[in-house]
């Protein structure tokens, strides 16, 4: 073998070896949730589905996952609204403040969830709207915006500016360029900024801690108050059904819309 | 009438109503953060300075201290083992191996901080994974004490923030020119030289706003501390909670929380005059 086929081995090896740290607890997880007994084994001593049974049934799991879907379509499209049209005005036009804006509504990236769930709380009690949908539905939307307002903007950059110019002389209206012409060529940007955004809304968990009451919980949250109390494999149950749904969710939003180029992963 | 500016307003009008209600939410806590804690009750008093005068107690610095550590061994720790991988899926020749390192590597930043904390305290817990198969190899008699240490949190931490890290370096590597890679080889550079002297100083400013984002990133992490710390490891986050909700002095969670805000930003600015600095001196040399 010569040295260079050796060191490549080794440079994989490694490879392997660090994508199996990555790796390993997600499949803990799928392994622990079909566990026949309360008592974890590894590897597990027989397949049971009864944790999924319990968790499906489990009540305050069902009330979460509703909650969180109430939430998580409402704080998605009105991201994706808010989203879009900030991406549009940011890439058609500077003005006075856009800078602030911009500032603003980026931030989200970097604030820690914890300061904005915090912030949101003490807001909604300044309005007597603590722990109720509008408060978590506006904190979700802040959280994921900039999701969608990216996908939005790198979809809108990359038309040819020459098509909405020809479009323009050829006499269509502001209203036609647009709708006509932007907002076809946008639109597999805007779904999958949609998506990853109910994805990121749908599992949030800090902040959702702090703006969400027993009534109103959310599924990370609701899962959180079962580990604190119980510890037996319903929560690796719907763990599972967790990262499964999320998985597909993104391996179809990575097929249709182009996920690495949204999320701007160049491999080439 | 021709308009000049089609749909600004109907573009503006979202963006700042949004701006406006984040920002009163930040408000609030800066609000809450010059309040006068009135002890057994959820109202305020008056304006004061006191809650960041308590800030200076041994206690609180090093909980504060203890942040950085963590978020500096984590950040440390991401990088060494997202370079490798990153560098393996920019350059993998097949194109199905890139992209099932891209699926292998992205796909953990979705799943939520729940589901990834929880299925640490599977790995880590004393009849977790990993003491399983310690135990069944015949290594140890006693489970090992990772659950509930430092080193617990670190472990769990740099898994979560290495889809991040790999993103930001995948981006910096797939931007080396590879001409510079085969000059230097064609003069006679051995691989690793190339990689040592070429390669790894062209990816430099991936590396360092890697570090920093990871840095800052960790130091807002909450769940994995909370449940894998389980009260024995303290990060601010934990404490801006257990002030909150337990204690419910929300005028000193709100300045807990805004110090760990403005640690934040403040650990961004820096990157952003380093990597700017770093790039100028790049593009001279």
């Given at each position: 073998m010569t040295s260079h086929r050796l060191r490549s081995l080794g440079f994989w090896s490694l490879v392997v070896a660090i994508l199996a740290y990555m790796t390993l607890p997600t499949l803990v997880v799928l392994m622990t949730s079909v566990n026949p007994t309360e008592i974890l084994a590894f590897p597990p001593e027989g397949i049971s589905f009864q944790w999924y049974e319990k968790a499906l049934t489990y009540p305050d799991f069902q009330r979460a996952f509703k909650n969180g879907l109430i939430v998580t379509s409402l704080a998605s499209t009105a991201a994706l609204i808010v989203g879009s049209t900030f991406a549009w005005l940011v890439h058609r036009y500077t003005f006075r403040g856009r800078g602030l804006l911009e500032a603003v509504l980026w931030s989200p990236l970097i604030i820690p969830h914890f300061t904005l769930g915090f912030g949101f709380l003490l807001l909604g009690g300044a309005f007597g709207l603590q722990q109720g949908y509008v408060m978590i539905v506006l904190a979700h939307m802040v959280l994921v915006m900039p999701f969608v307002t990216r996908a939005v903007y790198v979809s809108l950059a990359n038309i040819d500016p020459d098509l909405t110019r020809a479009a323009a002389n050829l006499g269509a209206s502001p209203f036609h360029v647009l709708t006509r012409i932007e907002l076809p060529l946008v639109l597999p940007g805007m779904a999958g900024g949609w998506l990853i955004a109910a994805v990121l809304s749908l599992t949030e968990f800090t902040a959702s801690l702090y703006v969400t009451g027993s009534r109103t919980q959310t599924l990370p949250v609701a899962m959180y108050n079962y580990i604190r109390e119980y510890a037996d494999p319903t929560v690796s149950a719907i763990s599972a059904l967790l990262i499964i749904a999320t998985t597909l969710i993104m391996f179809i939003a990575d097929r249709a819309f182009g996920l690495r180029r949204v999320l701007a992963i160049d491999t080439h | 009438m021709i308009q000049r500016r089609p749909f600004f307003i109907t573009f503006l009008a979202p963006a700042v109503v949004t701006a406006v209600i984040l920002a009163a939410a930040l408000f609030e806590v800066l609000q809450y953060s010059v309040r006068e804690f009135v002890p057994g009750s959820l109202n305020v008093g008056g304006f004061t300075l006191d809650n960041f005068t308590r800030i200076n107690r041994p206690i609180y610095w090093w909980v504060l201290l203890d942040t950085f550590y963590i978020s500096l061994l984590t950040a440390v720790f991401s990088l060494l083992l997202s370079y490798p991988v990153a560098f393996a899926l920019v350059r993998a020749k097949r194109d199905w191996v890139r992209s099932l390192l891209v699926s292998l590597s992205i796909t953990p930043l979705f799943t939520g901080e729940i589901v990834r904390t929880f299925s640490w305290m599977l790995m880590l817990g004393s009849d977790g994974f990993i003491n399983s198969m310690l135990r069944k190899l015949s290594l140890i008699d006693m489970p090992l004490q990772i659950m509930y240490t430092r080193l617990g949190v670190v472990v769990a931490l740099v898994q979560f923030s290495m889809p991040v890290m790999i993103i930001l370096l995948a981006t910096a590597i797939s931007h080396v020119d590879r001409d510079c890679e085969k000059a230097a080889a064609n003069l006679g550079a051995s691989p690793g030289a190339v990689f040592w002297r070429i390669t790894l100083p062209l990816t430099l400013p991936g590396i360092l706003s890697g570090i920093v984002v990871v840095f800052a990133w960790t130091m807002s992490a909450f769940s994995t501390p909370q449940l894998?710390?389980?009260?024995k490891v303290l990060m601010i986050s934990n404490l801006v909670y257990l002030q909150g909700f337990s204690v419910l002095n929300l005028p000193f969670a709100a300045t807990l929380s805004l110090i760990a805000l403005i640690a934040a930003l403040g650990s961004l600015v820096l990157m952003k005059s380093l990597t700017g600095r770093l790039e100028k001196r790049l593009a001279i040399g």
């Open positions: - | 894998i710390g389980g009260g």
